[in-house]
């Protein structure tokens, strides 16, 4: 494997909530319209899977 200083930092695995990383929270409450309180309920109830979180919030669909 070839090491390289400019390495991007990698994309967050979109279907899957990272309550642990707050930018990565604060882009999920504002994709779903939620409160971060209601988005730690749902991943507490539910898990982490994105889909989970829409699906125990009540939304449908793919990100916008």
Do not use: F, Y
Request: aromatic fraction near 2%.
């Amino acid at each position: 494997l070839e090491k390289t200083m400019n390495t991007p930092k990698p994309v967050e695995d979109r279907s899957k909530i990272n309550m642990h990383e707050h930018r990565e929270v604060k882009c999920w409450i504002k994709r779903l319209g939620v409160s971060s309180e209601e988005l730690q309920q749902a991943v507490e109830k539910v898990g982490n899977s994105a889909a989970a979180v829409r699906k125990q919030l009540g939304l449908s669909g793919t990100p916008h």
